[in-house]
């Protein structure tokens, strides 16, 4: 069984559509996490949440919104999508929030055409 | 803030070569230090851990030491292979924050 897992794995739109990534973890934890994976690499969490309640939002614009129906799913919904966007997104989770380890799932690239 | 710094790359070495990945962390807490490791196409894989000063990490070949003296925890490997070939990072977490990664380091070892 996948531990967490995201879909879809690759979604190609275009400018100004509204899009969503799924994303469900069957590992019990309490906190969810999304990262954003630019072309260098570089990993930026976007969002966490623990029980149900948003933790952080770092500088992410409020065309991005993070929905969890349960404790075991944290979904993604963008809105008025840009080229910007383009990137690789992780969902990832942790037993507890700080000094636990993280698990992820395989990401999910969007391409804004 | 929590913040990570390691060695950016790329790195190229050739097989069975020594590897030396520097990592350093600052931290108001005691955080516990990860590597993790990203193959092409995929997520990114815990490859090792340590929670407190002076553990060590081991997983496949490959170590760190959790030096609190330096704040480093760089990784080693004493012969890679060209399956080792992917992205590495550093990574920190202390209480009740959030996991924090290095800028990630690419290794490519050839044959």
């Known amino acids: 069984d996948t531990a967490v897992s995201q879909t879809p794995k690759y979604l190609v739109t275009q400018m100004g559509n509204d899009k969503s990534i799924k994303c469900e973890q069957n590992?019990?934890?309490?906190?969810m996490y999304w990262y954003k994976q630019d072309s260098k690499k570089f990993l930026k969490i976007m969002f966490s949440?623990?029980?149900?309640?948003?933790?952080i939002n770092e500088t992410v614009p409020n065309r991005f919104s993070p929905k969890s129906p349960d404790k075991a799913h944290l979904n993604l919904h963008i809105n008025s999508l840009e080229l910007g966007d383009s990137a690789v997104y992780f969902c990832?989770?942790?037993?507890?929030?700080?000094?636990?380890?993280?698990?992820f799932g395989q990401g999910t690239r969007l391409t804004v055409v | 803030g929590d913040s990570v710094t390691q060695m950016e790359g790329p790195v190229t070495l050739s097989e069975e070569a020594f590897l030396t990945i520097n990592c350093t962390y600052t931290?108001?807490?005691?955080?516990?230090l990860f590597w993790y490791v990203q193959y092409p196409g995929e997520g990114l894989q815990l490859l090792l851990k340590?929670?407190?000063?002076?553990d060590k990490g081991s997983n496949k070949g490959f170590e760190a030491t959790y030096r609190k003296e330096t704040t480093s925890f760089h990784l080693e490997k004493g012969s890679v292979q060209v399956s080792d070939s992917a992205v590495y990072f550093c990574?920190?977490?202390?209480?009740?924050?959030?996991?924090?990664f290095g800028a990630g380091t690419r290794l490519t070892v050839k044959p």
């Open positions: 990832a989770s942790s037993q507890e929030r700080g000094r636990a380890e993280a698990f």
């Open positions: 590992l019990g934890h309490d906190t």
């Open positions: 949440y623990n029980n149900k309640e948003l933790i």
């Open positions: 931290a108001t807490g005691y955080p516990s």
């Open positions: 340590a929670t407190k000063a002076d």
């Open positions: 990574a920190l977490s202390s209480n009740n924050n959030d996991m924090r």
